[in-house]
C-alpha cells in the first residue's frame, strides 16, 4: 500500500527555518514527481511546490518561492521541505503528495491522488 509519513514541524518564530522529511513507501518513489501542499486553518488545501523525478526542475507557488526549497533524495525515498523566512502565514499542515499518474508534474492540488497525515507548521511569536 502506498504510504507517506511526514514530520519535522513544530512551533517556530516568524523569519525562523524548518526543514520538513517525508519518507515514502509502497510505490517506485523515484517514478513519480512528488509535492507539497498545505492547509491552513479554515482554508483550502493548498498546493506549495513539487519537484520533477530526477529533481531536473522545481517549481512553487507564488506565495513561497523563494523562501521554499524542494528536493529529494531517491535512495532513501524521501522528499524535504526546507522552510526559511517563515511568516504567521505560513502556519498550516504540511502534507507530503503523491500524484496520481507517473507523467503528471503537479502545480495544483487536483493531480494528487494520495497523501499523508501531515505534519503541523505554526509561525507565531
Known amino acids: 500500500d502506498v504510504q507517506v509519513v511526514e514530520s519535522g514541524g513544530g512551533l517556530v518564530q516568524p523569519g525562523g527555518s524548518l526543514i520538513l522529511s517525508c519518507t515514502a513507501s509502497?510505490?517506485?518513489?523515484?517514478?513519480?514527481?512528488m509535492g507539497w501542499l498545505r492547509r491552513a486553518p479554515g482554508k483550502e488545501l493548498e498546493w506549495v511546490s513539487s519537484i520533477t523525478k530526477r529533481s531536473s526542475s522545481s517549481y512553487y507557488a507564488d506565495s513561497v518561492k523563494g523562501r521554499f526549497t524542494i528536493s529529494r533524495d531517491n535512495a532513501k525515498n524521501t522528499l524535504y521541505l526546507q522552510l526559511n523566512s517563515l511568516k504567521t502565514e505560513d502556519t498550516a499542515m504540511y502534507y507530503c503528495?503523491?500524484?496520481?499518474?507517473?507523467?503528471?508534474?503537479?502545480?495544483?492540488?487536483?493531480?494528487?491522488?494520495?497523501w499523508g497525515q501531515g505534519t503541523q507548521v505554526t509561525v507565531s511569536s
Open positions: 509502497g510505490f517506485r518513489f523515484s517514478d513519480y514527481a
Open positions: 503528495a503523491k500524484p496520481r499518474f507517473q507523467w503528471v508534474v503537479p502545480t495544483t492540488v487536483d493531480p494528487f491522488s494520495y
